[in-house]
């Protein structure tokens, strides 16, 4: 936006009363007997001023639109504000005024200009002059305040390299990664989009990064306080010449900057709860702001198409036709992949305005460039889209690159009123300057795969949720695991209860007439079963091993016997024949017997009585 002459930049100190609230206090750099919130209308600006919230800081910061009526000397414009709030104990001002009732003293010194572009410096110095004004602990001294205000006409230039201080797009990226190309498509969409954050510095300045990436616009927002404001689209005229070496004779030749904020459109960085009929209005069709109030996402379906939370760091769409259209394409993803990439690789948590390197890869400079460029590849394919309408291909350009945007996404953002005035002012024949082509098009890979599986599983925060759920698994594992323990541990208590309750009478038994072994054993050990007495096992083991060593030793005497009797009858057959006539005679040779009843009398133990019975076969026959 041209700067005008007419305005200059005015101070104001908005305090907050016990009873009434948030209200102007003083006015510095307006004539005598002036208010310019009366004659403006700006009911809302001390409740801009003094955002919800701050009260929750030392200091904070708030970024808001107003809406300057028309002079003699100038149209109805555009004019922005700046606060820096701050508070202290009431206790420590040297003069208390008698209406400061409460411990704390909250005030904000508001500067108004009517350019963004100086909000980089302004900020800085207001910081300074309300902290100054602060520390002298006297209200009533407003020099501090008048100085400034004389200051800001002198000292604020309007220069290339200064209108972005204090915007950092590596932030804005390092936070949302591959979302931030998706609310840069959504800004160019023109819905209702609703930011919310706890701190208010940080809201507003998210959103100026945003519309920051369209080259020329923060310098064209005369039209952003009010919806029925149009002077951009009345004072454009179409461009007639290109100088190529000059960047911005390109830029303005191409169509830019997009008008976003134009007939029906608003952009108000800090929205008050105040000034929500505004926005329900129905002239407004569009419009970006920001709240600190959590009330408005209770009503997020009827105040936003698009709630971005930067507590969260989500975006909630509730169109399904938004929704696709806002779905990135291979090529997109590939670009914004290969941006964040960058800029993670280069993140320095200490400084995180510049690269780790101090280089020029993932630099401000190198963002903005990249988005530019991305801009102007749209254009231009855009535009190479509409003359494929009524006339055949260009054999230079291969394929379709509509494609690699999300056709969807042109689909509707060919239904807004930015594009119907970028196509009416603008040559039909941009692609002639720029190449109509995705600066990542290219065919589909495993990696562009593997990147949407990776984007969609950090859009969808499954890694938190599956962190989460694993957590509560094993909390639940564990609790599972202790009742298990506990209900076994109580089981066994029950189970050696019992036996102990059995083993009591058996005990007693025990004690009366089982041998002092097994009685010692089981007191020394109750939880193992009973032992037998291996003396008396032993004892009853030998005596059966001598017994059957006796039979075995009587049997083997017995057949050495008659192998010697058969040996001396071979030998002499009339000893033969007198033994065979005594065994016919049933008498048994006196010696013989003898010898037999002494070996086998001697094998017995404990006196284990043998006989010997002869059969009709004249075989003798032990029985124990």
Known sequence: MASSSSFVPIVCVVGFHHARGPEIESWFGVEDGTDPAAANDWSFLPFMALSDGAHASTEDFSYFTLRRRATQYSPPTSVFGISCTRQMDASQLHNRPADVTRSTVQKAVVAIADSPQFFGQLREKLSMVTGAWFAQKDFTDV?????????????????????YLGISLRELIHEFKHQTLVLFKCCLLQPKML????????????QFALISLIPGLLRRLEDCADPEFDSYERSLVTPTSLKSSDRNSLLTYMGLPLQL????????????LQQLDV?????????????????????????????????????????????????????????????STTVHDTWDEFNPARPRTMGYMGSEEFIRLQFEEYLLALLSTTKYQLYLQSHPPLPTIEGDPTTDFNPDFLVHW????????????????????????????????????HRRVAMQIQTLHLDERLATSKEALNKHLATGHKKVSTAFSNLWADIETMREAQRKPTATTSTNGAPASIS??????????????????QASVQAAGQKAGAYISSWG????????????????????????SENAGGEKSPGKLARWSSSASGKVSGGAKMKEEKGGDGIGRLDA
């Open 279 to 339: 926005l329900a209005d129905y002239g407004t069709k569009s419009y970006l702001v920001g709240s600190t109030n959590s009330l408005l996402l209770q009503q997020k379906d009827r105040y936003s198409d698009i709630l971005v939370n930067l507590d969260e760091i989500t975006i909630s769409i509730t169109s399904s036709s938004l929704r696709n259209a806002l779905t990135l394409s291979a090529a997109d993803r590939r670009w914004i992949d290969f941006l």
């Open 261 to 272: 904020f134009g007939k029906g459109g608003m952009f108000g960085p800090y929205t008050p």
């Open 414 to 449: 060919q239904r807004t009123s930015s594009f119907t005035l970028f196509n009416n002012h603008t040559d039909s024949h941009l692609f002639d300057i720029v190449d109509p082509r995705h600066p990542t098009a290219g065919n589909l890979s495993f990696e562009d795969i």
């Open 143 to 163: 020099d501090v305040l008048k100085q400034f205000q004389e200051s800001l006409s002198r000292n604020l230039q309007q220069t290339e390299d200064d209108q």
């Open 557 to 580: 005497a017995w057949a050495s016997e008659r192998r010697k009797g058969w040996a001396e009858g071979r030998a002499s057959p009339s000893t033969n024949t007198s033994t065979s």
């Open 195 to 206: 930011f919310f954050g706890s701190r208010c510095e940080r809201l507003c300045m998210v």
């Open 520 to 537: 010692e054993d089981v007191t020394t050990n109750p939880k193992s079963p009973p032992r037998v007495d291996l003396t008396a096992a």
